[in-house]
Each structure stands twice: as structure tokens, then as C-alpha cells.
């Protein structure tokens, strides 16, 4: 049998530096915010008067950042897609029209991939804006809208790879993404809508209706009903409840399985009770049209497993268990 590898010992300093790295980024991002103006303003703008989508490029490090920021906005309401800058030389310039704007990325604002394409794209009559760390570059003066990203040192004790600069630019254009979705008035619902398959677009899509099981499979009882009968409904309905309804299907009380543990506490008479006697009156009730996540808060705050839903005349339209929820994957 092959003996375990030993633990390895602890490599001397690299808490210190961990924390020296995490200061210097902290430090760059809040540089930022003093810095953050009328430019800032401007691009935010001019996203916003353009008809067309945004085109986010760089290359290298500023690439990776380009690819994430390009894929914030599109989740925030604003259009967005990443180009490769060396890609956009030998093709990919074609998926850029007059109504676009570009946001290119590299901190030197010299990077040769993205300069070769910016003729190019004010040819074809797009807007350039640019996030970089050098406001005398040749990328930050051909730009429409330069966005200052400068640091003062990176992160890496060399201070030569880029680890502070990438930091800076990320949380930049983080920035821009948050600014244009406050500007759309892009709400959770809309967020959900890009995010379908995560728990915040089942939380925000479903309503209680694609989660309740409909009155037909509902077990409900009138108010003259024997606690006998009552029991042999919950029993059949598998819901750990049975409904009280009137004439109209009206809920006038609930009986669930902790109603008959405190009933059979109090000594109740299980043969002769009537189930007007034990049942919860005037029970707690939701709308169909409400999101599940509406109920799941309300189920939690009560302290219910089990929630009737009315129509709009206040008629049984259904009713859902925590169960419901949670194969529903809403909680």
C-alpha cells in the first residue's frame, strides 16, 4: 500500500504576501473612484444613444477582462459580445457596424492587434472608447472616449504581470456595466430573463401556479365534515392537509397533520370530533399569479408546510407544499 504524500509545510511569507497583493488591488480599485467623471458620464451616454450592440476587444490579459466584461453587460440589459482583436484583423471586423460601439482594452494603450483595427473601425463608422492605463497612448487619444484605468504599481513584487492594472480595469468596466443597467431601469425580473437556467431565474420566473397542484387535487372537505372523514381525504391527497371550503369552494379553514397532532395532544376524540371543531380558520391564503418565491417567504415566516391559493373571487384555485417548492428547485 502506498503510503500518504506528507502534508506539505508551510511556505514561509505567503500570508504576507497575499496580504500585500490584496492591499495594492484594494488600493487600485478605490483610486478609481476618484478619478470616475464627466468621461465616465459620456461613455455611459454614448452606449445609451447608440443602436447597435457593444463590441468589447483586447488581447492578452485585457482580452480575458474584455471577454468578462463583454459578458456582464449582455446579462445587465446592454448588448454586448467579445471580439478577439487579433481575430478582428483577419475577419471578425465584418460582425462591426456604423452603429456599434467598440470598448477596446490594454493598459499600455499600445498593444499592436488593437491599434491595427481602429482605422478600421472608425471606417466603418463605429464609436471607439477606450479603457487604458496611459492617457498619452495612441489608443486613448484616437478614441472617442478615453476611460482612465491607471494604477500605480501592480501587485506582482516584479511589478511587471499584470495583476493590480487587470484588477483596475475589471472593476472599471464593472462599473460601466452597473451604470447602464441603472440607466436602463434593468430590473431583477429582466435579469432573470438572461439567467433562466440559475436559481435566481427560477426564484424570479415561476409563479405559484407552475408550482401548485390545481383544485382538482386539492382534498377539501365542507365545514359539516366528520374529523373521520376529513383524515381519509388528507390521506388520499397525499398533501398532508385537507381544504375546509363552503358552498362557493370558498377556503374557510385548513386542517393539516400538525393540526391533528395538537388536536390528538389536547385529547380529542378522533371518532366523534367534528372537524369544524379542529380545523385552523381563516387560513393563510396567495394568489396564483404570485411568484413562488412569494410563498416560499411566506411559508418560512409562518412557519407553514402547507399554503391554500385563491382566484380572484377567493375561490380554491389550488394549493402547494414546501415539497412543490423545493422539487421546483425554488428553494
Known amino acids: 500500500m502506498t503510503p500518504p504524500s506528507p502534508t506539505p509545510a508551510p511556505h514561509a511569507g505567503a500570508a504576507t504576501l497575499a496580504r500585500r497583493v490584496l492591499r495594492i488591488e484594494a488600493a487600485a480599485v478605490a483610486a478609481l473612484a476618484e478619478r470616475v467623471g464627466e468621461d465616465f458620464e459620456r461613455a455611459v451616454a454614448l452606449i445609451l444613444q447608440r443602436r447597435g450592440r457593444v463590441i ?36 471578425d471586423l465584418g460582425m462591426i457596424t456604423a452603429d456599434d460601439v467598440v470598448i477596446a482594452l490594454s493598459y499600455s494603450g499600445t498593444s499592436e492587434e488593437v491599434l491595427t483595427i481602429v482605422p478600421l473601425v472608425k471606417r466603418q463608422g463605429a464609436r471607439l472608447i477606450s479603457i487604458t492605463g496611459r492617457a498619452d497612448s495612441p489608443l486613448a487619444r484616437e ?58 431565474g427560477r426564484r424570479l420566473l415561476t409563479h405559484v401556479r407552475d408550482v401548485m397542484r390545481d383544485a382538482t387535487r386539492v382534498p377539501a372537505v365542507g365545514t359539516d365534515a366528520s374529523l373521520t372523514d376529513a383524515l381519509l381525504q388528507m390521506s388520499r391527497g397525499g398533501m398532508g392537509m385537507v381544504a375546509v371550503i363552503d358552498a362557493e369552494r ?42 413562488a418565491a412569494e410563498a416560499a417567504e411566506m411559508m418560512e415566516r409562518l412557519r407553514i408546510s402547507q399554503l391554500l391559493a385563491v382566484d380572484a373571487q377567493g375561490c380554491l384555485a389550488g394549493a402547494l407544499t414546501t415539497h412543490d417548492l423545493m422539487q421546483a428547485k425554488v428553494i
Do not use: Q
Open 143 to 200: 478614441a472617442d472616449i478615453h476611460l482612465d484605468a491607471a494604477v500605480s504599481e501592480e501587485a506582482c513584487p516584479l511589478n511587471l504581470a499584470p495583476t493590480a492594472s487587470t484588477t483596475a480595469a475589471l472593476a472599471l468596466g464593472d462599473a460601466l456595466a452597473v451604470a447602464l443597467l441603472d440607466a436602463r431601469g434593468f430590473g431583477a425580473e429582466d435579469f432573470a430573463r438572461s439567467h433562466p437556467g440559475g436559481a435566481l
Open 250 to 291: 370558498r377556503p374557510l379553514g385548513i386542517f393539516t397533520d400538525g393540526d391533528l397532532r395538537r388536536s390528538l395532544e389536547k385529547g380529542c376524540d378522533v371518532r366523534s370530533a367534528r372537524l369544524a371543531e379542529v380545523m385552523s380558520a381563516a387560513p393563510r391564503t396567495i394568489s396564483p399569479d404570485a411568484l
Open 56 to 91: 468589447v476587444t483586447g488581447i492578452g490579459k485585457s482580452g480575458h477582462v474584455a471577454r468578462k466584461l463583454a459578458a456582464t453587460l449582455a446579462s445587465t440589459g446592454t448588448p454586448a459580445y467579445f471580439v478577439h482583436a487579433a481575430e478582428a484583423a483577419h475577419g
